[in-house]
Every structure is written in structure tokens, then in C-alpha cells.
Nanobody, 127 residues
Framework: QAQLIESGGGLVQAGASLRLSCAGS????????MGWFRQAPGKEREFVAAISWNARNTLYADSVKGRSTISRDNAKNTVFLQMSSLKPEDTALYYC????????????????????WGQGTQVTVSS
């Protein structure tokens, strides 16, 4: 079982950048594909980005494509989400999640495909 702790959120102005981190513990980090999701008040949790266990494959939501980069450091059991050109609509609680089926043929974009979740880190973008 994976334990996940997010960090790096904060209050920033539109146009700024942030790097979110998610530190994992428990099973070897390479046992998991990793994903980032976000949930704004009154809205459903939505997919942001995913990265395969070996970092060879990535997947992004259209809403962040070109503005965000997901990466991971398996030696440090950490996954990152670098976000730039932030917009007020990026305001949300950001969660990282672990998918324990690393050999699946495609990266999962649905929340139900991820078994383990962190508590989230708040990102607020002011206009």
C-alpha cells in the first residue's frame, strides 16, 4: 500500500508557476503509475496528468497541456507537477494518486483506476 503526501501548493497570481511534489512511501515507487487530479469547489474531481512507472509515457488533460509537465524521481519516491502560466480556473485542491497496475497498456485517466490517494495540496490563483 502506498502512502502519498503532496506539497508545493500556495496562493499565486495569474501567470505564475508552481511545482507540486508528491512523496510516496510503502511499496517500491516503481510499482505504480502516478497521476495528478484536482477538484475545485462544487466540481467533480478531474484528471490533470499521469506518468508511467518508468517515466517513458505521460498523459495530460487538454486543460493543462502545454502549460504543465509531470515528472518523477523513482530514486526519491517523488512525482512532480510543474505548472506554468497559471490561470484562476486552475484553482483547486490537487491530489496525487497511485495506480498499482504499471504494466497496463495505456495510462489511466480515470480516478477509479487509482487505488491510493494523498490528502491534497491547495493551489489558488488570483486574477
Amino acid at each position: 500500500q502506498a502512502q502519498l503526501i503532496e506539497s508545493g501548493g500556495g496562493l499565486v497570481q495569474a501567470g505564475a508557476s508552481l511545482r507540486l511534489s508528491c512523496a510516496g512511501s510503502g511499496r517500491p515507487f516503481t510499482d505504480y503509475n502516478m497521476g495528478w487530479f484536482r477538484q475545485a469547489p462544487g466540481k467533480e474531481r478531474e484528471f490533470v496528468a499521469a506518468i508511467s512507472w518508468n517515466a517513458r509515457n505521460t498523459l495530460y488533460a487538454d486543460s493543462v497541456k502545454g502549460r504543465s509537465t509531470i515528472s518523477r524521481d523513482n530514486a526519491k519516491n517523488t512525482v512532480f507537477l510543474q505548472m506554468s502560466s497559471l490561470k484562476p480556473e486552475d484553482t483547486a485542491l490537487y491530489y496525487c494518486a497511485a495506480d498499482p497496475r504499471p504494466l497496463r497498456s495505456t495510462l489511466p485517466g480515470g480516478a477509479s483506476d487509482y487505488d491510493y490517494w494523498g490528502q491534497g495540496t491547495q493551489v489558488t490563483v488570483s486574477s
